[in-house]
């Protein structure tokens, strides 16, 4: 059987590709810089992996002021995913939780919203520059929760 005889083909995997516009979760000012041509990238593309003002170091910083944590003792990851437009804004945010076996379960609600807004809250993303274009990316961050707070930030 091939990979296109199964159910579904045709379509990615909604933690893979572009993030679709979802009028229940989107901010509608949103705006992908060149959406007729589909050229926004991954993070990991261009000359930086991180493309934060400060680096990963300030959003560490940022979220260590925030205090962010959960009454329950839990362990898993809470992974925000988003698009940085050619202006250096965010949207398109989606979230994914897992347990510590990276099975998707949801962790905390009420954690994730918080680690959601946080993550959306964040200012200082700046746009990438491939051949004196600028362009936007898929950006996510995964924070590592243990003991009901947060340990890690990844990437």
Known sequence: MSCQAEKGSGKYPVTVGNIEFDEKLDDPVFRKCYPEKQI??????????????????????????????SESKINGYITVRFLVNCEGKTGLF???QMNADLKEAVLDKEL??????FTKSLDGWMPKEIKGLKIGYYQYLTYKIE???????LP
């Open 94 to 96: 989606r979230i994914q």
């Open 112 to 117: 994730g919203d918080k680690l959601l807004r």
């Open 147 to 153: 003991n009901g707070k947060v340990s890690e930030v």
């Open 40 to 69: 926004d990238v991954q993070y990991y593309q261009g000359t930086k992996e991180f493309d934060y003002k400060g680096e990963k170091i300030a959003i560490i910083e940022k979220l260590t002021n925030e205090k962010i944590s």
